[in-house]
């Protein structure tokens, strides 16, 4: 009898019983969700990023869809960091899987405030920093200028204990800079990548299509892209990296594992198939079966090997 | 309410009537035991990526007993044209019921207001009405006769049907806001339903704020996940700041409390 392979990983210290999650914003742990499968079978559980104050969101319409993919410009809605600690921490703490705790910061010390106050509560695993959302009107580059990158990783860094991960832009001349630079500072892990800005035009309108003019591209378009944005920053940095982009169930999963990251998130193709978390942990167990591989670590990075 | 399923079922009838609209029954059971008027479904009929998202589409008419469901699309785009090729047999990928189901039956005459493919939205409700021996009055409107939507099935379900076209081709030449209005005028209906049209949205809401009626209107949004995953399908509320989404907080939505876009 052939022995079930250990899926689990480890980001930044904390234990993944396999290296599947959400991708923040795109999967949300409530009622509507119950004939799904339980979230407790994830890998980390993750909100949709929250500010320390309520905000509306962006204006419709708010998304379009793109051969292979979509654009969003939701432009983060919250009711702030008091009701998120308040009515939707606790939930997330309680299913049992590491809780990730995605938040963003309109200046620098909002970054500051927001991840003491995450941390004081004591129900946050890891910190992930939204440097990287496209949707933003302030249109702050947090994490297009190594600088102000450098400034706020390190700023968070030093203000709390809990491990922390930045999720970076695509929309930079070389994210493995950006990689090291977010790691130099101090970042634990990295969540690569953040959706393409992008934008689509309405030709009977002759306008842009979406409420904000432009969005985020995510989905199978931008794979390609971001299983290269993997790789390169695994050939720089030693901190454990999060791979996403246009993750649709096993295979693409393998590919970013393969590329080098410990863990994936899955982001659009939840509105698709509610159950493609599931099949991709499935899948990759059945992979590693096959592959004859005992565990899911040792195939993180391999594609780096040179024959 | 009960929570949605996500289900590989089963087309089992389609026909066109009237041209461009598509009449698809479906099989799966258990959105067809537990959908409840005002609800609807995400429904993919492919496996590509262009299209890639799933449609949300109004449930006509759900049968608990045979276990099926109609929906009505009319083709607009690259998703409907494939789900209104599909041959009897074929799979689809559903997930539902999604979004409210409206649950206060106490109005003493209801009026439904519906234009085009919007008649899809409020044939369920009629139904409801009609078991509840509750008077509904349908005011169905199109630019012209060719193009009345689901007519037989909100004949069956209605006390009477008043026909508007734009072209005077049948019924009422001419809005179907003055059929509702003379309605109101003889006190047979307390509450409106709207859907297919932003005019018609704006009449039912001055009426409601007016105090006339109860109005309600039936909103779309564009949708990934039919959910509250996307955040998507977001509609302003009017009155507070901020956003409803049409697919938690809807589709169905007491008008005064939301914006229409003009």
């Known amino acids: 009898m052939r022995v079930s392979p250990d899926l689990s990983v480890e980001i930044a210290g904390v234990p993944f019983p396999n290296p599947v999650m959400p991708a923040s914003g795109a999967y949300e742990v409530d009622e509507i969700h119950d004939n799904?499968?339980?979230?407790?079978?994830?890998?980390?559980?993750?909100?949709?990023?929250?500010?320390?104050?309520?905000?509306?969101?962006?204006?419709?319409?708010?998304?379009?869809?793109?051969?292979?993919?979509?654009?969003?410009?939701?432009?983060?809605?919250?009711?702030?960091?008091?009701?998120?600690?308040?009515?939707?921490?606790?939930?997330?703490?309680?299913?049992?899987?590491?809780?990730?705790?995605?938040?963003?910061?309109?200046?620098?010390?909002?970054?500051?405030?927001?991840?003491?106050?995450?941390?004081?509560?004591?129900?946050?695993?890891?910190?992930?920093?939204?440097?990287?959302?496209?949707?933003?009107?302030?249109?702050?580059?947090?994490?297009?200028?190594?600088?102000?990158?450098?400034?706020v990783v390190s700023a968070v860094v030093s203000r709390v204990k809990l491990p922390v991960i930045a999720k970076l832009s695509p929309v930079v001349t070389d994210i493995a800079d950006m990689a090291r630079t977010a790691e130099g500072a101090g970042a634990s892990a990295l969540s690569m990548i953040n959706t393409y800005k992008g934008m689509a035009i309405d030709i009977k309108r002759k306008r842009p299509v979406l409420g904000n003019v432009t969005g985020g591209l995510s989905g199978p378009a931008i794979r390609p892209l971001a299983v290269?944005?993997?790789?390169?920053?695994y050939e720089t940095v030693k901190i454990p990296i999060i791979g996403m982009g246009g993750i649709d169930g096993p295979t693409a999963a393998i590919e970013f594992l393969l590329a080098g990251a410990s863990a994936v998130a899955v982001g659009?193709?939840?509105?698709?198939?509610?159950?493609?978390?599931?099949?991709?942990?499935?899948?990759?167990?059945?992979?590693?079966?096959?592959?004859?591989?005992?565990?899911?670590?040792?195939?993180?990075?391999?594609?780096?090997?040179?024959? | 309410m009960a929570a949605p399923v996500y289900r590989?079922?089963?087309?089992?009838?389609?026909?066109?009537?009237?041209?461009?609209?598509?009449?698809?029954?479906?099989?799966e059971?258990?959105?067809?035991?537990?959908?409840?008027?005002?609800?609807?479904?995400?429904?993919?009929?492919?496996?590509?990526?262009?299209?890639?998202?799933?449609?949300?589409?109004?449930?006509v008419l759900a049968d608990p007993l045979k276990g099926v469901f109609r929906l009505c699309i009319k083709v607009e785009g690259k998703g409907t044209r494939l789900l209104s090729t599909l041959k009897k047999g074929s799979s689809l990928y559903v997930t539902g019921p999604l979004g409210k189901s409206i649950t206060e039956f106490d109005s003493s005459g209801t009026a439904l207001l519906v234009r085009g493919a919007g008649a899809a939205a409020v044939v369920f409700l009629a139904e409801t009405l009609t078991k509840l021996k509750k008077p509904v009055f349908t005011i169905l409107s199109a630019s012209t006769k060719s193009r009345l939507v689901c007519r037989a099935l909100l004949e069956e379900f209605s006390n009477d049907v008043f026909i508007a076209t734009d072209d005077g081709t049948e019924g009422y030449h001419g809005n179907g806001t003055d059929i509702l209005d003379q309605l109101i005028t003889e006190g047979k209906v307390d509450t409106v339903y709207t859907c297919g049209s932003h005019r018609f949205a704006r009449h039912v809401k001055a009426l409601d704020l007016a105090g006339k009626v109860k109005g309600y209107l039936f909103l779309e949004g564009y949708m990934g996940c039919g959910m509250g995953d996307c955040h998507g399908c977001a509609v302003k509320k009017d009155g507070e700041d901020g956003y409803f989404l049409v697919c938690m907080d809807g589709p169905v939505f007491r008008s005064r409390t939301v914006v229409v876009d003009s």
């Open chain 1, 36 to 151: 799904f499968f339980s979230p407790s079978e994830l890998g980390a559980v993750i909100n949709k990023t929250i500010f320390l104050h309520p905000r509306p969101g962006n204006p419709p319409p708010r998304i379009w869809e793109t051969p292979c993919g979509m654009l969003n410009a939701i432009g983060i809605p919250c009711d702030g960091a008091e009701a998120f600690i308040w009515d939707k921490l606790p939930n997330l703490r309680k299913l049992g899987p590491p809780v990730v705790v995605s938040i963003a910061g309109e200046t620098m010390e909002e970054w500051i405030e927001l991840s003491e106050l995450i941390e004081s509560t004591g129900m946050a695993d890891l910190l992930e920093l939204n440097l990287s959302c496209p949707n933003l009107s302030d249109g702050i580059p947090w994490s297009t200028e190594e600088k102000t990158l450098e400034r």
């Open chain 1, 228 to 233: 290269w944005a993997v790789y390169s920053a």
């Open chain 1, 268 to 307: 659009m193709y939840n509105f698709i198939d509610p159950f493609t978390m599931k099949k991709t942990i499935e899948g990759i167990r059945t992979y590693l079966l096959e592959e004859g591989y005992s565990s899911v670590r040792e195939i993180i990075g391999m594609a780096h090997t040179r024959a």
């Open chain 2, 8 to 27: 590989k079922a089963t087309l089992v009838s389609r026909k066109e009537n009237p041209k461009g609209y598509f009449h698809l029954v479906i099989r």
């Open chain 2, 29 to 59: 059971e258990q959105i067809a035991q537990t959908a409840g008027p005002g609800q609807f479904v995400m429904v993919r009929g492919w496996h590509t990526g262009d299209p890639i998202l799933p449609r949300p589409f109004d449930i």
